[in-house]
């Protein structure tokens, strides 16, 4: 993860309650759907001892506490790492200090949970296998940048792509024209995905990349949910390490579209989802910070 310059005063007004009270954008309410596609949080996930997860979960025996806590504070943690489950093979998992509990949504179903926080924004990513498959994206939440505020200049963000398993970076260029009006476009990748044997016409495991998903340009819209990007994304056979792979999972076919919104002052963050990549791959969270 990168180090932001600016990050330590905003992390330590955010420890400090700078976003508030109980309904603060912070405090993820997880007996609610989530805001990316209006699904629910599924099973339930470990942090410092205590289990997290909606009033449907399950706590298992020996990993944590047997009490559930429904509302998981994100300022428990660091901004820029990517916290998810390590699950003991290939792939791109990078905080252990959270885990998800099994068989706690469906019996004998692995539960996925991923975050990342930035400092006025953050991600959050779930699953359950055996239920409904692919909202990856449960929550893109942050304190909005206000409209009629951005100053005029181009402005790069990077940060990450990541799905329940694979990770990859994510790069936006915004040129604001006027205090309300830009225009952005930029990339993303993602590693190691995973064609498993069961699926796969070689009857192994296969793992490619999407080396450079393209974000295409869109026009910046003042809207009820804050000022957001809305565009089409293109992957072609160029853009991925394995075009066999891509094809065999339906790459070629999917009208894959992104959303993104501006946080922060001024709009120092970024953050959002792409839908309709093909299912293999399902929703995936793309964040990051001004340069």
Known sequence: MQTRKFGMLAVALLAAGFSGGASAWNQLNLNQNGNAANAPYLGSF???????????????????????????????????????????????????SLTSNDHSAATGAPVVYRFYRQNYSAAVVNLSRGTEARHFVKSVVGQQTAAGTLVNGTYNYAGV??????????????????????IGSGTFSLNEIKIPASQSSTGQDIFFNINSGKLNQAVLATTANGLTFNGNVTVTNADVSNANAWAEIGGPASKATYDLTLFGPQGAEIAGSIQGLPDRIGSTAIIGAKQ
């Open 46 to 96: 470990n942090y410092n001892g205590q289990t997290y997860g909606p009033s449907t979960a399950q706590s298992v025996t020996g990993q944590a506490s047997t009490t559930i806590a429904n509302t998981f504070d994100l300022n428990n943690l660091q901004a820029f790492t990517l916290y998810g489950k390590d699950s003991g093979g290939r792939g791109h998992n990078d905080d252990l």
């Open 161 to 182: 792509a990541f799905t329940n398993f694979p990770r990859g970076d994510f790069n936006y260029a915004v040129t604001v024209l006027s205090p309300s009006a830009a």
